[in-house]
């Protein structure tokens, strides 16, 4: 994946995507990320501590809505036999 950062806007010099460098507006995009590009952006060397915090209040928040299958745990549940 390519920099989650980048903006829509494409420079007229180099004709590449502008990336996002200030804090706040990283912090802004990150709100709108989905796991893969927060998984993304941890990897970028040279990220701002308010990003990184940002980005794991992200992660935490997207487990939370969608906590990830853990196939024993549901394997477990089906062969569960009640107690009498």
Not at 47 to 57: D, K, N, P, S, T
Request: hydrophobic letters at 35%; aromatic letters at 4%.
């Amino acid at each position: 994946m390519s920099n989650p950062f980048e903006t829509s806007t494409i420079s007229p010099i180099t004709g590449a995507p502008c990336v996002a460098q200030q804090l706040d507006e990283r912090r802004q995009m990150v709100k709108r990320f989905n796991l893969q590009q927060c998984r993304a952006a941890m990897k970028l060397s040279g990220l701002q501590l308010g990003v990184i915090h940002a980005l794991e209040r992200r992660i935490k928040q997207l487990h939370k809505e969608n906590p990830p299958i853990n196939p024993l745990e549901r394997f477990a549940k089906k062969t569960e036999q009640p107690h009498e």
